[in-house]
């Protein structure tokens, strides 16, 4: 069999070692540590001088962003439907309401005036607004920061920034996951940098990410024994996982740059099969390209559809996914509320993520090229 091409596998730079013997010689095992600190103060320095907090995952850092918001029983929170399920599991966590808003079609992202509709809906239904919202950047793709950032202040709403896949994208030079009150970041397995599993958790305030520590470290009070006057978690970063990022972000501008020329490699290959479509970037925005995703319209490819690519990919052992499945057609979150305007639905339907990694070969994108155009000369 033909060697497998990952959706988006990891990508090591050479430095990630380094580090890591560091924290062996050291002994420094622990969830805590020089590599910890060292992480920190890097992506710190990376985003501009945003507070960090090293966490074990994304999930984790939306968590505990809710937590610092007091975000509790039967409180609401306004979630994109079009994500993964990442983004809201969180908030059930706390026993809050998922409020689901659909997408618009320039970014895939939350709609503002979808956005601006749901929050006056529950004002006029509870009398009162969302305790949070938390918007994403999906696929790398900055949201309209401008517009919903405008519509959080005029309601008074805090803004939790999903930017687990978008690090490394810009929206009018500034970097995604540092508009909002919080910000989080995911370093799993297939993001653009990782550190096998890790998140963290971003803020201009300095007192949310302090906070945000003592939680995660099971919550320890400042005492000579183990004294605890609040419920904690597990959530700290471990020092040798930190080791690994730090290595990471010394590629990551590479790692951008890698994958948007793959962005630029499909574009390429498609331009000439009408019925295919690509997310384009917005004036002002400048898109990580973690993965490139095609819309392929089956009444435009004489009846191929996105299933048909896929299944002939997987033929040749070529990883392809479909496109997230938005949230409010999910079993466990059909019964929340949702403010639906039919685009994720759209994209779901019709949508393919691609292989993006930045160490695909040659090969691989000659295997890859032979595929699309086999399919689509049928």
């Not at 430095?15 to 420094?28: D, L, V, Y």
């Not at 290595?247 to 574009?267: H, M, S, T």
């Not at 089956?298 to 996914?321: D, S």
Request: charged share 20%.
């Amino acid at each position: 069999m033909k060697p497998r091409i990952y959706l988006s596998a990891p990508h090591m730079g050479g430095e990630e070692m380094h580090f890591i013997r560091e924290a062996f010689e050291q002994n420094w095992i622990a969830p805590i540590g020089p590599n910890v600190d060292g992480f920190e103060r890097d992506l710190s320095e990376y985003l501009n001088g945003v507070h960090v907090a090293a966490l074990v995952s994304g999930t984790a850092a939306i968590h505990l962003a809710l937590l610092n918001l007091g975000v509790g029983p039967g409180d609401e929170v306004l979630v994109p439907t079009f994500t993964f399920s990442a983004t809201v599991n969180p908030v059930v966590y706390q026993g809050a309401v998922p409020v689901m808003v659909d997408s618009e079609p320039d970014t895939w992202n939350m709609d503002p005036e979808l956005l601006k509709e749901a929050i006056e809906s529950r004002l006029r239904d509870h009398g009162k607004v969302p305790a949070a919202m938390i918007v994403v950047h999906l696929y790398g793709m900055p949201a309209q920061m401008d517009a919903i950032m405008e519509i959080a202040l005029r309601y008074n709403i805090p803004v939790i920034e999903d930017a687990a896949e978008s690090l490394g994208s810009l929206y009018h030079d500034q970097h995604t996951g540092t508009f909002g009150t919080m910000g989080i970041l995911s370093f799993n397995g297939n993001k653009i940098i990782t550190t096998s599993g890790g998140g963290a958790l971003l803020s201009h305030h300095e007192s949310f990410i302090d906070h945000a520590r003592f939680l995660s470290t099971q919550a320890r009070d400042n005492a000579p024994w183990y004294q605890h006057s609040h419920i904690g978690y597990n959530y700290r970063m471990s020092n040798i996982v930190a080791g690994i990022g730090r290595g990471q972000l010394q590629v990551l501008d590479q790692r951008v740059e890698a994958r948007r020329k793959v962005y630029d490699w499909y574009q390429g290959l498609f331009a000439e099969i009408p019925g295919v479509t690509f997310l384009a970037e917005p004036e002002g925005v400048l898109c990580n390209r973690w993965l490139t995703c095609a819309i392929i319209n089956p009444k435009k490819t004489a009846g191929i559809t996105h299933k048909h690519l896929m299944e002939n990919m997987a033929g040749e052992n070529i990883e392809a996914r479909h496109i997230w499945k938005p949230m409010h057609l999910q079993p466990v979150f059909a019964k929340h509320p949702a403010f639906i305007n039919g685009v994720s639905e759209h994209l779901f339907h019709n949508g393919i993520c691609l292989p993006s990694g930045s160490n695909m070969s040659p090969d691989d994108l000659n295997r890859i090229e032979t595929v699309v155009r086999q399919t689509f000369s049928k």
